[in-house]
């Protein structure tokens, strides 16, 4: 049973650690949109035009993978223990 424990507490900080920088890299691009579509759009050869839709593809793919891999799990284990 210590390690079913373990394992909740670790997915516990993990979904906590990847929603703080979720919430981070969305301030951000809220905050300095202008200055990283011209840094990304200098790096990676993409349009300035593309870049936004492709932010909130990469926000949106990443919830779901923190929902998948760490809540969903995280809750799973808290309902059976």
Known sequence: MYY???ITEFL????????????????????MRGW???IHAK????SE???PSIYLQFLGNYKLLILM????PYFALRLSA
């Open 4 to 6: 079913i424990e373990m």
């Open 12 to 31: 516990g900080w993990c979904a906590v650690v990847n929603v703080a920088i979720l919430f981070l890299s969305s301030v951000m691009l809220i905050v």
């Open 36 to 38: 990283i579509i011209k």
């Open 43 to 46: 790096l990676t050869g993409v």
């Open 49 to 51: 035009a593309d870049l």
């Open 69 to 72: 891999f760490n809540l969903v």
